[in-house]
């Protein structure tokens, strides 16, 4: 497991620093978290999960894995790589979270963008998920990424720790996020806009329901709204991926999967907006 010596890492059950010992992370009362042999750590105790396995699958992993691989939201990529780059320009070191990493495409991507801006950069990453086989998944691409299962209601890091959490088509707590950064510090969050998948949803649901109305949060101050629109196309095998990995294989209608599966090709829309906060400084 690939540890940075500048994350400050917490126990999840007292809020004490955790330092390694061997193949273990352990705070001073004695609390141990074993280091998988996958390279990543499980930092949610029992009493933080709502069930035996939260979050994603490791079948929406492994659809999920093919279809970033294939390319198709590279540009989503490109775009989080942008603004990160451009909120930390001239920092000689940054810490970031990304608050429901996934497999770690992103992260992965990002921290590759930044090393090829500044080999001197001291880049702290570290990718967090409460989902294991996510996680597991994230620990093989061997970068200097630290993986951890936790949650985003109770990241396991020291207050006032991070630079920018990244929270990329996830569930967010603003009040939590602010707790875990710097004053000043940002939150960059990804969110499927109105025509995000329109084609797909167009054939899968009765009838279609807009974006939820975006708000502001106390705290932090809006910085900037980016949208990112194009348009891919997916063979029969890909679209099956892209039901598997998303909540719409559960939500959908069995007469609206039915109709997917006899397609043999869609032109669909991504549409992500992208929205800058910076924490108060004070």
């Known amino acids: 497991m690939y540890l940075h010596p500048n994350l400050a890492l917490i126990c999840p059950l007292d809020g004490k620093p955790l330092a390694r010992y061997e193949d273990q992370l352990s705070c001073d009362n004695g609390h141990s978290f074993d280091i998988a042999r996958q390279g990543y750590v499980n930092l949610l105790p029992v009493q933080q999960k709502k069930s035996k396995q939260p979050g994603d699958s490791k079948e929406m992993i492994i659809a999920r894995h093919r279809f970033l691989e294939a390319g198709y939201y590279l540009p989503v990529a490109d775009k989080l790589n942008e603004i990160v780059a451009s909120l930390t320009a001239g920092d000689s070191g940054i810490t970031l979270l990304d608050a429901g990493c996934g497999e770690g495409y992103y992260l992965a991507h990002c921290l590759q ?34 993986w951890v299962v936790g949650t985003n209601k109770s990241p396991p890091v ?5 630079d920018i959490i990244i929270c990329m088509f996830g569930f967010y707590d603003m009040d939590v ?13 990804a969110d499927a806009d109105n025509e995000h998948l329109l084609e797909l949803r167009q054939i899968i649901y009765p009838y279609i329901k807009s974006a939820s109305a975006r708000r502001d949060f106390s705290g932090f101050d809006l910085l900037s709204s980016l949208s990112l629109n194009y348009t891919i196309r997916l063979d029969q095998s890909t679209l099956a991926d892209l039901l ?18 006899a397609l043999s090709a869609l032109n669909l829309t991504v549409d992500v907006l992208f929205r800058v906060f910076q924490c108060h400084k004070t």
């Open 113 to 146: 963008f930044l090393k090829c801006l500044s080999v001197t950069r001291d880049v702290v990453c570290l990718g967090m998920d409460i989902s294991k086989p996510a996680i597991i998944a994230a620990a093989k691409r061997k970068d200097e990424i630290t």
């Open 158 to 162: 020291e207050i006032q720790s991070v």
């Open 177 to 189: 996020f602010a707790k875990a950064l710097k004053p000043g510090g940002y939150v960059i969050l």
């Open 244 to 261: 598997l990995m998303t909540p719409h294989l559960y939500r959908a209608p069995k007469v609206g999967k039915e109709a997917v599966k």
